[in-house]
């Protein structure tokens, strides 16, 4: 079994930086793309950023290029979310999710984490 723990969201006011963190575990995990979504109340889930098992390969959400950067850990069960230049619009649930592809799509990813609140004042 795979579980997913995301971690870093906090209140930063606009045009602060954050950064998520999101571990992996379980002994299956390996070759799993790991991606971030986000979702505001009464809003779909939304793609923001993935980055393959390597970390040679990544995926941005046009929203947050430039201003976003995803990233592995050297053990590759963690993925960072660098947020730089943060607007109010940023402001949501961030969701660390594994799947076995580089995509945007939400129902290719296998394994969700539980959720980290990112609130972004103006």
């Known amino acids: 079994q795979v579980q997913l723990v995301g971690s870093g969201g906090g209140l930063v006011q606009a045009g602060g930086s954050l950064r998520l963190s999101c571990a992996a575990s379980?002994?299956?995990?390996?070759?799993?793309?790991m991606g971030w979504f986000r979702q505001v109340p009464g809003k779909e889930r939304e793609f923001v950023a993935v980055?393959?098992?390597?970390?040679?390969?990544?995926l941005y959400a046009d929203s947050v290029k430039g201003r976003f950067t995803i990233s592995r850990g050297n053990a590759k069960n963690t993925v960072y979310l660098q947020m730089n230049s943060l607007k109010p619009e940023d402001t949501a649930v961030y969701y660390c999710?594994?799947?076995?592809?580089?995509?945007?799509?939400?129902?290719?990813?296998?394994?969700w984490g539980q959720g980290t609140q990112v609130t972004v004042s103006s």
């Open positions: 999710a594994a799947g076995r592809v580089l995509t945007a799509i939400e129902s290719n990813y296998w394994y």
């Open positions: 379980g002994s299956t995990f390996s070759n799993y793309a």
């Open positions: 980055i393959t098992w390597g970390g040679s390969r990544t």
